[in-house]
């Protein structure tokens, strides 16, 4: 029996993050789905249903916190690992709080991100 293979949403504002994650994950096998919106992100998800979502925090309009908040009502069982470039504590707190399993800092540690991603998805 073949295996499915795996299929991430990425939700970045900026199009060369998206670029090197989306580069990065299809090396890595999986099917790579891009949003540049809060909106966007939410929509791609309804219909793609992936197997995870890597979601910036600091998105303009509706943030990664307001995005994750949603992802969550929509389907409580959603792998997320938050991204972003600003060490603040409390926002990534309060990621944890509303189920995001992991956090990745830009720059981004590709083996810590390699290792985040299989603990969950395989």
Known sequence: ME???KSILVIDDESD???ILE???VQEGYRVYLAFNGDEGIK???ERRPDGVLLDIAL???NGIEV???????????????????????KVV????????????????????RKALMAKLI
């Open 60 to 62: 303009p309009g509706k």
């Open 94 to 113: 309060e990621a944890f709080r509303l189920g995001a399993y992991d956090c990745i800092f830009k720059p981004f540690d590709f083996d810590y991100l």
């Open 3 to 5: 295996k499915k293979q």
């Open 68 to 90: 994750l908040r949603e992802l969550k009502k929509i389907d409580p069982d959603c792998n997320v690992i938050m991204i972003t470039a600003y060490r603040d504590a409390e």
């Open 17 to 19: 993050v998206c670029e």
């Open 44 to 46: 791609k998800y309804i």
């Open 23 to 25: 580069q990065f994950l």
